[in-house]
Structure formats: C-alpha cells, structure tokens
C-alpha cells in the first residue's frame, strides 16, 4: 500500500561572505525539485520516492534554506527513508561547498544597474540561480524571474546561458556577482 508522508526542516548556512553565499545557494541549486529514488536494501523492490521543494531567505550573515519533503512509497518504509534524507541533504550541503569552491567568477555588475522581472514560463532559465529574495513579487518557481539592466537587456544574455550548464548570480557588497558551477555529475546512488 503506498502511503504519504511530508517533512520539514531549516538548515542554516553561513552567508558572511560571497563565497559563502554562492555555496548556500548552490545548496539551493542541488535541492530545489529533485526527485530521488530510495529502495531498502531487503526489497529492493519496494522503493520510495522523494520530492524536494525549498524556500530561502537571508538574515544578517545567515541564510536560511527551508527544506520541504514530499516521501511517498509502501508505508513500512517512509520513516526509514526520512531518516535517510537527512544524510542525503548533508551530503549534498557538502557537494555544494565543494562545487563553489571550483565556481568561476565570470562578470560582476554595480547592483543599481540591474532590474529584476518576472518572466513567463517560455523564458524560465533553470540554470541560472538567483536568490529568491531579488524576486519581484512572488514567483511560482525560483527561475520564474531574470535580471535585466537599465536598458531592458537580459543579464546574462542568452550566449552566456548557453555557454554554461549552471550559473549563479550573488548580490553582495553593492554588486551582483555571477559565477559558472560545474555541471552536476549523475549521482547513481
């Protein structure tokens, strides 16, 4: 019999500096709508599904990442698996800091330049983060709004997009800052 099961919490990151920043939200980058698949060892048969779904907010030098599980699967494995995800999290908190350790810093831009819009759904570019809290007004997912300068041109234009599997844009200090991630890796765990 499938079953459901939802589970929150809160991790807290460190956001004093901008790297610290780009590792918080290449955390967020690593979580937000992944989908993964759990099997216990004794039945492999018997798998259960998670969904990640997440918030995020900056307060003082602290970033603050809300983590939302969506665990769905034979009843007699939910809680294991939840007990599980916390582990998964963790090392994919790592994966980030590693990941923004190799980020190269490939344009920084004065932040008055620059607008944030809304975009429709033709013009979402899930490779490029942006912290949710530039978004203007709510959005329904975190790529569902762009930077634009004072000229109404999109930044980073799209030849930039395409030159790089995931980029992140981080306000810090008076200026945006965007940065080029390594591509994930297909984790076959």
């Given amino acids: 019999m499938t079953a459901k099961l939802e589970h929150e919490w809160e991790l807290e990151l460190p956001a004093a500096t901008a790297d610290q920043l780009l590792a918080a939200l290449t955390t967020r980058d690593r979580l937000y709508g992944q989908t993964i698949t759990l099997e ?9 599904e998670v969904w990640l779904a997440s918030v995020e907010s900056l307060e003082a030098k602290k970033y603050r990442l809300g983590v939302y599980a969506e665990i769905s699967g034979p009843k ?19 994966a980030a800091a590693a990941e923004a350790e190799e980020a190269t810093l490939l344009e920084r831009r004065p932040a ?5 819009r809304k975009v429709g759904e033709d013009d979402e570019k899930p490779q490029l983060v942006i ?18 300068d004072v000229k109404g041109k999109a930044w980073p ?5 395409l030159a790089h599997d995931r980029l992140v844009l981080i306000p810090f200090g008076g200026e945006l800052l965007l940065y080029a991630l390594p591509p994930l890796e297909d984790d076959e765990e």
């Avoid at 216990?40 to 259960?48: H, R």
């Avoid at 809290?133 to 790529?143: I, M, Q, T, Y």
């Fill in 131 to 148: 912290p949710e809290w530039l978004a203007p007004g709510e959005v329904d997912v975190p790529w569902g709004f762009r930077a634009f």
């Fill in 40 to 48: 216990p060892e004794e039945n492999s048969g018997q798998a259960v």
């Fill in 157 to 161: 234009d799209d030849q930039v997009l």
């Fill in 112 to 116: 008055a330049e620059i607008r944030f």
């Fill in 76 to 94: 007699q494995y939910l809680e294991a698996a939840r007990d599980a995800l916390q582990d998964i999290v963790s090392e994919q908190v790592e």
